[in-house]
């Protein structure tokens, strides 16, 4: 790592720097002790992730016959590191480029031999760890997970639960943990058991206590990630969002990219919601869009994205510049359309063509406020996404959020004229997409059967010979192999 001579904070070194540690680091490999590489191949990865430089295969595959000859005589804090740094490099992206055909399809199997030969030990063994360390298991389980791990989240948190309604009785003291260590890694253990769908009621309830009497101390960025954990369970106390509020009233402190990541994460709140929180959540979105239209300049991808999705989640009638947000959210995705990574390319489809189904329907109210020129713009941006994610980013997408994709592609299925599903080779989607299902059936646990449902409606009855035949007897054999551990299994706790 660098250190910026005009700030004094770390940063990720050179791409060119960190090729003659690549070298150094094969080399000292054999003579070092397991600590110690473990320790360079995580901030190796780490600094990899973020400089743009791609290690070589050649080091990889060497380090992944290292981890296994040595996992199984390391520590608890041993193996934390090499998860972490495992799945670092394994990223998505990556495995995407490589479509099981190469070094990453390995390491992505050695992934998930390593979370299953160290998940009963971590399981039994937690309680000795710091809320840190229990943030990087649960969040590198998350990025990778299948329904077998949910036994990790449940291990959990019972411990998880008394250790914060302890601290919180204390008034912020336990021993070695602090207040200050919760605001820093609570929000993130609270999003790992969001993101994999194991929402326990009562450790949920006393985050919400933490977060109530903590918000105007935690920082920006933890408060949304403490946001997006709520948001991702369709639960979250009025409270909360109307005191985020009130923080993102001018003048605003927050960064652009943590505003677009609140009007993100709104749309999870406001869809399935009702009384209190859409109205506290309504609130909170117009707060947030509202600051982000004082910065047209800090524009980017992402928040193009995020406004976009988000602004299909609002009532039509609700009390906003619709017009000049959703304008600004296409000229930025128009600018920008080539550096779209895969997830906000997905994202900016999905609520384009969100939005202009609502314009549509409300075309025959007299009572609505219409947005012409938004309606061109918003056509503009259903092209360009719909084309480019059929040429260059269907694998990705289909794999980054296979369920988002299967909604999308059963709104265009219903929206879009004959023509354009013919122009951006909708059928030719519509078949990967079942593919992709199948390929993934049993790793998406009950996720399965919601995206199967769209992906045959998308295709069921008016164009039913894009459903193939092989598509329906997968899914009724996976249907039929779930049945009886569904059965036996009687709690259910997670759910995808």
Avoid at 203 to 208: K, N, P, Q, R
Avoid at 333 to 347: G, Y
């Amino acid at each position: 790592m660098d250190v910026d001579p005009d700030t004094g904070l770390f940063t990720y070194t050179r791409p060119q720097l960190l090729h003659a540690f690549v070298h150094r680091a094969r080399e000292a490999m054999p003579r070092e002790s397991f600590a110690t590489n473990a320790a360079i191949f995580y901030w190796l990865s780490r600094a990899s992730k973020y400089s743009g430089y791609d290690v070589d295969e050649d080091l990889l595959l060497q380090w992944t016959s290292y981890v296994r000859r040595q996992s199984a005589v390391s520590n608890e804090s041993q193996l934390i590191h090499i998860l972490q740094s495992l799945i670092q490099a394994n990223n998505k992206n990556k495995l995407l480029r490589a479509l099981e055909l190469d070094t990453w399809s390995e390491m992505e199997k050695v992934v998930h031999e390593l979370c299953r030969e160290a998940l009963p030990r971590l399981a039994a063994r937690h309680q000795h760890l710091s809320l840190s360390k229990i943030a990087v298991v649960l969040s590198s389980y998350a990025s990778v997970f299948r329904p077998e791990y949910g036994r990790l989240f449940e291990a959990m948190s019972p411990h998880l639960t008394s250790l914060l309604r302890h601290v919180l009785a204390q008034d912020g003291d336990h021993g070695d943990l602090n207040m200050l260590q919760l605001q820093v890694s609570l929000p993130f253990v609270l999003e790992a058991f969001a993101r994999v769908g194991y929402v326990p009621p009562d450790l949920f309830d006393a985050f919400m206590d933490f977060v109530e009497k903590e918000l105007h101390r935690i920082t920006y960025e933890n408060l949304v990630v403490s946001l997006t954990a709520l948001a991702k369970t369709g639960n979250c106390r009025p409270s909360i969002l109307r005191q985020t509020a009130k923080q993102v009233e001018p003048p605003c402190a927050w960064s652009t990219y943590t505003l677009a990541r609140i009007a993100g994460c709104m749309r999870r709140l406001l869809l399935p919601g009702t009384g209190d929180v859409v109205e506290a959540g309504s609130a909170l979105f117009r707060a947030a869009a509202l600051e982000m239209l004082q910065r047209p300049d800090d524009w980017s991808n992402f928040e193009a994205a995020e406004m976009l999705v988000g602004l299909a989640a609002l009532p039509s009638g609700m009390e906003l510049p619709w017009e000049e947000l959703i304008q600004l959210s296409c000229q930025a995705v128009k600018k920008e359309i080539h550096d779209f990574a895969c997830i906000h390319l997905t994202n900016a489809f999905f609520g384009a063509v969100a939005l202009e189904l609502m314009a549509c329907e409300d075309a025959g109210d007299s009572t609505s406020q219409r947005w012409p020129l938004a309606e061109v713009a918003l056509a503009d941006a259903v092209e360009l996404t719909s084309f480019h994610l059929a040429m260059q980013h269907l694998e990705q997408a289909l794999r980054v959020d296979t369920e988002l994709v299967a909604q999308a592609l059963l709104a265009l299925a219903v929206r879009a004229p004959e023509a354009t599903l013919e122009r951006i080779g909708f059928s030719a989607l519509v078949r990967v997409q079942q593919r992709e299902l199948v390929r993934k059936a049993h790793d998406m646990g009950s996720g399965f059967a919601r995206c199967a449902a769209y992906t045959t409606a998308a295709a069921w009855p008016w164009r039913e010979e894009w459903l193939q035949p092989w598509f329906l007897e997968e899914v009724q054999r996976f249907r039929e192999s779930q049945e009886e551990p569904n059965a036996a299994k009687a709690k259910g706790s997670v759910v995808r």
